[in-house]
């Protein structure tokens, strides 16, 4: 057989040359769209992948690709490291710029280590294993140098040195799994004889498939048995006979595995389903007998066609329905919704950082933007005359306010809405100007409305904290207008992944 015809969604015929590539595709475990995968692997020789030789990789992305030029244009590489020299096949083409995947090292950078986990490069989690924790360092202080000099363009203090994680591994106390009956097949198991009947599996989504499962046999971000659970739920039910859930068909009852833990060595358990079958309720006993460390043993009915779970009621099985963390002797209820820093010691620093840079007096108001349970709000009450947090998620707004009563403390008061509505010049007047606001918003940064907000209250000092350095950088053009950067502090929360925290300390100009 020397060619193959397919009639591919309605399409004109399409002529491919490379049947048996094409079909051995077709055919494998992974065949969801026929259109792509045409594209990708069975291309006319009018079609044919676009490479770039011999590209030397000259810096890293935010986004933990490697940096290269071709005739002027930039080359964003994956998996390339500073130093390496490589042949680039391009995936991607875009006016400005073009991305691509190393096919053929010409030299390997002295800066490459072995990467520790073995789904480095498919689970796409921990991009930045395959070059030292110092290195990563490095690059993450030069992103937020970048961001802040070529974003903001505004006057800037020397940048303090980044503040390191002391756990390069397992420092996560949050993790968050998937079911999938049709797991997906790495390039060495398609390429391999075996049929792979048992395709039930529980994993990590692939980046940019959210249909599409890798089975996780070892993961080194959180710590023991965070590893012997997950395979514990995966081969129980198999051995229960309880289906895994095909998310494009919407079928199946196992969904997600949420594993959360406190620095005490306790647990919580939240297992997703589509429905609570007898066999699932023995499954929650023998976890539970498995492993007594487990505090908080919960269950979520989900028959959504999306995984959150914001929305749901949650079941407590056995134990209490939270766990609880503690820092400077204030204890943080955490529920399986509750947002907490899943890097619970650089947790601890980036609040003390936060609260040194704040300057609180005993007579300031301060303001607690994007409060989350309020973990910031609480650390500095201490110091202040009185703390306004402010969330727009009504759940965390409530866990809190239970927060603040478990640990006594009565100078806080905590508010549901959305920033921008919230911070008009009635709630100024009802609860006093701000002399001090924290602000740590999501990854988006702040709208602008919520900036002109903070122009108007007339703070004297404003502490940014930012889980992205560019779109603070953005906000800090319309702050310059009334405020001055005086002090910028990296802080390292995420080992082996690109990204960075970072403190900015504005104060009020005149």
Request: glycine fraction near 6%.
């Amino acid at each position: 057989m020397r060619n193959i015809h397919f009639r591919c969604l309605g399409k004109a015929d399409r002529k491919f040359e490379s049947p048996t590539k094409l079909v051995y595709y077709a055919y494998s475990p992974n065949f969801l769209n026929l259109r792509k995968i045409l594209k990708s692997m069975g291309r006319s020789r009018s079609q044919t992948p676009q490479v770039y030789h011999n590209l030397e990789i000259t810096d890293l992305a935010s986004e933990g690709m490697g940096i290269a030029r071709h005739e002027g244009m930039v080359v964003f590489v994956e998996q390339a490291v500073t130093g390496d020299v490589v042949d680039v096949q391009i995936t991607r083409k875009k006016s400005g710029f073009r991305q691509g995947k190393v096919i053929h090292f010409h030299q390997r950078s002295a800066l490459r280590v072995e990467p520790k986990c073995e789904h480095f490069g498919i689970c796409g989690g921990c991009k930045w294993q395959v070059i030292s924790y110092a290195d990563q360092l490095k690059h993450k202080a030069k992103q937020v140098k970048d961001a802040l000099t070529r974003i903001a363009k505004v006057p800037l203090p020397e940048i303090a040195p980044i503040h390191g994680s002391a756990t390069e591994y397992y420092y996560r106390n949050k993790l968050e799994y998937t079911f999938s009956a049709s797991r997906w097949l790495t390039e060495e198991e398609i390429g391999s004889k075996d049929e792979f009947s048992d395709r039930a599996a529980l994993g990590f989504h692939i980046p940019g498939r959210f249909d599409k499962v890798l089975k996780i046999n070892n993961c080194y971000l959180q710590p023991d048995p965070s590893n012997a659970m997950r395979l514990f739920v995966e081969k129980r039910a198999k051995e229960l006979g309880i289906s895994f859930f095909n998310l494009m068909e919407q079928t199946g009852v196992m969904r997600n595995l949420l594993l959360r833990n406190n620095s005490k060595g306790e647990w919580m358990v939240c297992l997703s389903v589509t429905d609570a079958l007898p066999e699932v309720f023995t499954l929650l006993d023998d976890l539970k007998a498995a492993f007594p460390q487990i505090h908080a043993l919960l269950y979520t009915i989900n028959t959504k066609r999306n995984d959150t779970i914001s929305d749901l009621d949650i079941f407590v099985h056995s134990g209490a329905g939270f766990i609880e963390e503690e820092m400077e002797g204030l204890r943080f209820r955490i529920g399986p919704k509750s947002f907490y820093q899943t890097n619970s010691e650089q947790a601890y620093e980036l609040y003390k950082h936060t609260r040194a840079f704040a300057g609180i007096t005993k007579d300031d108001v301060v303001y607690d933007l994007y409060t989350g349970t309020g973990t910031i709000a609480l650390f500095v009450a201490g110091l202040a005359k009185k703390v306004v947090g402010v969330e727009y998620v009504p759940e965390a707004v409530a866990d809190a306010k239970i927060n603040a009563e478990v640990n006594g403390v009565e100078n806080v008061s905590f508010f549901a809405g959305d920033m921008k509505d919230v911070l008009v010049e009635g709630f100024f007047e009802t609860h006093g100007k701000p002399d001090v606001i924290i602000t740590d918003p999501p990854r988006a940064g702040m709208h602008d409305d919520v900036t002109k907000r903070l122009i108007e209250s007339g703070a004297r000092r404003i502490v940014y904290v930012s889980c992205n350095p560019a779109t603070q950088a953005r906000d800090l053009i319309l702050l310059d207008q009334a405020y001055t950067v005086v002090a910028v502090q990296p802080v390292d929360m995420f080992p082996q992944t690109t990204h960075v925290e970072n403190i900015v300390v504005l104060d009020r100009k005149n």
